[in-house]
């Protein structure tokens, strides 16, 4: 039995946070502890409380008088764009053949693959990312790597292989048949083995031709427990090609409708241009809009409008989208989402932001058992927070009067320094290996 009492300031949410001063959603404890034992959430409560729930030879890793949260949740990015984060000048179109189209042959090469992979995941626990949703290349050998990667850590992933089939180079491009048969083979392979879950991952429609829809759609049919990811209405001039490829969809949106692929297992990258109809649909069949903010902002794409969304209770996450997002860390992405909302007179509040991360993410995933709260039976999949790891920080937190405009703070200012610890079901990850092992004392 391996068993640890992890102590701090424990905040972990319930629901979403409805107003500023919503003090039901979520549940924060002061003088707080999470016990945990094989890897999952035994139960947490007030330290004193918890202490005597275990024995008492526990290791104790005290975090005092930092933030526990539960790990954060990033649903969209892509690990073959690691190393091209930052590639200048263009937009969605032009950025993906001038350097993204390049980037991604190199994973035909499996080394390559497996040396990115690792990088990519050590990236995300660096930032206090424990669960990511990922396209990997066309190349199978790209999907073995990042599973093998997150295996290897111990992490819940989420993946699959991209399905091209048109509009990229050849060497990029599968074929339906070809698509068809190396996504099935991956899903034997990985789906539900350890922590890991496949995504059906046509790329969009503008790479792939009818016939190779038709064979997502018979991928979605016959595996309802993976998941489907792609991408939707990012740029105007993505949205003018891509319907004139289906010239008998309605829009967009109808496009992925007609080849079955909405469900609420369906999540659809950016979602920015949306008409009512679209967005109303998304509502009704429970596939989820994702938001993200720095690749938005990056690409010059546009601005997500969260409020049409929740006006017909349609369901959206937060997501770095790596490489067009700037960065693999979800404080600074939301702190992109809060003005992108912000310039169109919307509010995200300190603890919404936090929820989405965490809870909200997890929702979306349908993975709230498991991950995104700190509850009895989860996986222990923790994040601890310093709230003065920068200077300028800790000159502004001598200021602060409130939790949430300590939330505030680590979100407007914070960073990869941020993050004191990352542990991944029950096991520290940052410090593990080095001389300045996460402290433990009584
Ligand atoms: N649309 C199709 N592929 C991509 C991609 O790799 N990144 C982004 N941001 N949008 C896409
Ligand atoms: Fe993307």
Same mark, same amino acid.
């Given at each position: 039995?391996?068993?640890?009492?992890?102590?701090?300031?424990?905040?972990?949410?319930?629901?979403?946070?409805?107003?500023?001063?919503?003090?039901?959603?979520?549940?924060?404890?002061?003088?707080?502890?999470?016990?945990?034992?094989?890897?999952?959430?035994?139960?947490?409560?007030?330290?004193?409380?918890?202490?005597?729930?275990?024995?008492?030879?526990?290791?104790?890793?005290?975090?005092?008088?930092?933030?526990?949260?539960?790990?954060?949740?990033?649903?969209?990015?892509?690990?073959?764009?690691?190393?091209?984060?930052?590639?200048?000048?263009?937009?969605?179109?032009?950025?993906?053949?001038?350097?993204?189209?390049?980037?991604?042959?190199?994973?035909?090469?499996?080394?390559?693959?497996?040396?990115?992979?690792?990088?990519?995941?050590?990236?995300?626990? +660096?930032?206090? =990312?424990?669960?990511?949703?990922?396209?990997?290349?066309?190349?199978?050998?790209?999907?073995?790597?990042?599973?093998?990667?997150?295996?290897?850590?111990?992490?819940?992933?989420?993946?699959?292989?991209?399905?091209?089939?048109?509009?990229?180079?050849?060497?990029?491009?599968?074929?339906?048949?070809?698509?068809?048969?190396?996504? %099935?083979?991956?899903?034997?392979?990985?789906?539900?083995?350890?922590?890991?879950?496949?995504?059906?991952?046509?790329?969009?429609?503008?790479? +792939?031709?009818?016939?190779?829809?038709?064979? +997502?759609?018979?991928?979605?049919?016959?595996?309802?427990?993976?998941?489907?990811?792609?991408?939707?209405?990012?740029?105007?001039?993505?949205?003018?090609?891509?319907?004139?490829?289906?010239?008998?969809?309605?829009?967009?949106?109808?496009?992925?409708?007609?080849?079955?692929?909405?469900?609420?297992?369906?999540?659809?990258?950016?979602?920015?241009?949306?008409?009512?109809?679209?967005?109303?649909?998304?509502?009704?069949?429970?596939?989820?809009?994702?938001?993200?903010?720095?690749?938005?902002?990056?690409?010059?794409?546009?601005?997500?409008?969260?409020?049409?969304?929740?006006?017909?209770?349609?369901?959206?996450?937060?997501? =770095?989208?790596?490489?067009?997002?700037?960065?693999?860390?979800?404080?600074?992405?939301?702190?992109?989402?809060? %003005?992108?909302?912000?310039?169109?007179?919307?509010?995200?509040?300190?603890?919404?932001?936090?929820?989405?991360?965490?809870?909200?993410?997890?929702?979306?995933?349908?993975?709230?058992?498991?991950?995104? +709260?700190?509850?009895?039976?989860?996986?222990?999949?923790?994040?601890?927070?310093?709230?003065?790891?920068?200077?300028?920080?800790?000159?502004?937190?001598? =200021?602060?009067?409130?939790?949430?405009?300590?939330?505030?703070?680590?979100?407007?200012?914070?960073?990869?320094r941020c993050i004191a610890e990352v542990y991944v079901a029950g096991r520290a990850?940052?410090?593990?290996? %080095?001389?300045?092992?996460?402290?433990?004392?009584?």
């Open positions: 039995m391996n068993e640890v009492l992890i102590r701090g300031r424990v905040l972990t949410f319930l629901a979403e946070p409805q107003g500023i001063d919503d003090t039901t959603s979520y549940r924060y404890i002061e003088d707080g502890a999470v016990y945990v034992r094989d890897g999952k959430i035994v139960d947490i409560g007030a330290y004193g409380d918890i202490r005597k729930l275990a024995d008492a030879g526990i290791r104790i890793a005290d975090h005092r008088p930092n933030l526990i949260l539960p790990g954060f949740i990033d649903t969209h990015l892509h690990f073959p764009q690691t190393q091209v984060i930052a590639s200048y000048g263009a937009q969605l179109l032009e950025w993906l053949n001038t350097y993204i189209f390049v980037e991604e042959q190199k994973f035909a090469r499996a080394a390559h693959a497996a040396e990115v992979a690792d990088r990519f995941m050590d990236e995300l626990l +660096s930032n206090g =990312t424990t669960t990511a949703v990922a396209y990997c290349s066309v190349h199978p050998e790209s999907v073995d790597a990042y599973f093998a990667a997150a295996e290897a850590r111990g992490m819940c992933m989420i993946g699959g292989k991209v399905m091209m089939d048109r509009n990229a180079p050849d060497a990029l491009c599968d074929t339906p048949q070809r698509g068809y048969d190396e996504t %099935k083979r991956l899903i034997a392979k990985w789906h539900g083995r350890g922590r890991a879950h496949y995504a059906v991952s046509p790329r969009f429609a503008i790479t +792939s031709t009818p016939e190779q829809m038709e064979m +997502s759609k018979a991928l979605v049919a016959e595996h309802p427990d993976c998941y489907v990811q792609t991408h939707l209405s990012e740029n105007r001039d993505e949205i003018a090609f891509a319907t004139s490829l289906y010239p008998e969809a309605k829009d967009y949106t109808d496009i992925y409708a007609r080849y079955g692929l909405l469900n609420d297992r369906m999540l659809l990258g950016h979602c920015i241009h949306m008409s009512e109809r679209e967005v109303a649909v998304l509502a009704e069949t429970g596939a989820v809009g994702v938001f993200c903010p720095t690749s938005n902002l990056f690409l010059g794409s546009g601005l997500f409008n969260a409020a049409q969304f929740d006006k017909v209770g349609a369901r959206w996450s937060v997501a =770095t989208d790596v490489g067009a997002g700037t960065s693999f860390s979800m404080l600074e992405t939301m702190d992109e989402a809060y %003005k992108v909302l912000h310039l169109q007179g919307q509010r995200l509040t300190p603890f919404n932001s936090f929820y989405r991360m965490t809870r909200g993410n997890a929702l979306a995933l349908g993975l709230e058992k498991q991950i995104g +709260s700190l509850q009895a039976g989860a996986d222990a999949d923790i994040v601890v927070l310093d709230s003065r790891a920068k200077s300028a920080m800790e000159f502004r937190m001598r =200021t602060a009067t409130s939790l949430a405009e300590e939330l505030f703070i680590l979100q407007t200012m914070g960073d990869d990850m940052k410090t593990k290996g %080095k001389k300045t092992d996460t402290i433990v004392r009584e």
